[in-house]
T-cell receptor, first 114, second 113 residues
Framework: DAGVTQSPTHLIKTRGQQVTLRCSPK?????VSWYQQALGQGPQFIFQ???????QRGNFPDRFSGHQFPNYSSELNVNALLLGDSALYLC?????????????FGPGTRLTVL | GEDVEQSLFLSVREGDSSVINCTYT??????LYWYKQEPGAGLQLLTY?????DMKQDQRLTVLLNKKDKHLSLRIADTQTGDSAIYFC?????????????FGGGTRVLVKP
C-alpha cells in the first residue's frame, strides 16, 4: 500500500514565477491538507481539501491556491513567488471517518525561490 | 488562538530515557500528537493521545497529558542512536470546518553513544 506521495521532490524557481505541487493521498483517504515548513521551523497549515472543496484555510495569502480532484489527489499552486516562499511543502492525508484525525505525511517538495 | 511551544534541543546518552516537553494554549484541543522528522524527510506519526486521557503507552513511548496545565510530554525509554531526529508536538480540535494540525517549533534530540 503506497503512502502519501508528492511530486516533484525538488524544485527551483525565480521570483515572480508560478509553481504547482502535486500530492496523491494514501489509499482510502479522502482529505488532503497542505503545510509549509520553513527551515528550522514547525509546519504551518496552509489549507485542507475535502470533497473537492477548500474547507479550512490558514493565514496564507491568496497567492496560495489549491485543488482536489475526484480521485482525491490534490495540487497546491503558488503565484508570484517570493524569496520567503522557499520551504518544504508537505502534504498530509487522512480519512474523513476517523475519530482520531491521524494525518499521514508525504516526503515533501523542497521549493527554492531565487 | 492556538499556540504550541517546545524546547529547542535535548541531548541524551544512548540507553537513557529522553523526555520531550510541549505546552499548548487551545483549551478545545481534542487530540495531541507526536511526530518525528529525520533529516530531509517528511513527518512520521509516532503516537497520539485523546484529550480525556492522562497517559498512553506504546512500546518504548509514553505520552503524559496534563490537561489542566496544558502540558504534554513524550518519554522515550532506552533511547537509541536511531532516535536522533526532530520531534514535533501538534494539536488539533475537531471542528465542523476542518481539523488542521497546529505544530510546535520542534525539539532536536541528539543521542550520544
Amino acid at each position: 500500500d503506497a503512502g502519501v506521495t508528492q511530486s516533484p521532490t525538488h524544485l527551483i524557481k525565480t521570483r515572480g514565477q508560478q509553481v504547482t505541487l502535486r500530492c496523491s493521498p494514501k489509499s482510502g483517504h479522502d482529505t488532503v491538507s497542505w503545510y509549509q515548513q520553513a527551515l528550522g521551523q514547525g509546519p504551518q497549515f496552509i489549507f485542507q481539501y475535502y470533497e473537492e472543496e477548500e474547507r479550512q484555510r490558514g493565514n496564507f495569502p491568496d497567492r496560495f491556491s489549491g485543488h482536489q480532484f475526484p480521485n482525491y489527489s490534490s495540487e497546491l499552486n503558488v503565484n508570484a513567488l517570493l524569496l520567503g516562499d522557499s520551504a518544504l511543502y508537505l502534504c498530509a492525508s487522512s480519512p474523513e471517518t476517523t475519530g482520531s484525525n491521524e494525518q499521514f505525511f508525504g516526503p515533501g517538495t523542497r521549493l527554492t525561490v531565487l | 488562538g492556538e499556540d504550541v511551544e517546545q524546547s529547542l534541543f535535548l541531548s541524551v546518552r544512548e540507553g537513557d530515557s529522553s523526555v520531550i516537553n510541549c505546552t499548548y494554549t487551545d483549551s478545545s484541543s481534542t487530540y495531541l500528537y507526536w511526530y518525528k522528522q529525520e533529516p530531509g524527510a517528511g513527518l512520521q506519526l509516532l503516537t497520539y493521545i485523546f484529550s480525556n486521557m492522562d497517559m498512553k503507552q506504546d512500546q518504548r513511548l509514553t505520552v503524559l497529558l496534563n490537561k489542566k496545565d496544558k502540558h504534554l510530554s513524550l518519554r522515550i525509554a532506552d533511547t537509541q542512536t536511531g532516535d536522533s531526529a526532530i520531534y514535533f508536538c501538534a494539536e488539533s480540535s475537531i471542528k465542523a470546518a476542518g481539523n488542521k494540525l497546529t505544530f510546535g517549533g520542534g525539539t532536536r534530540v541528539l543521542v550520544k553513544p
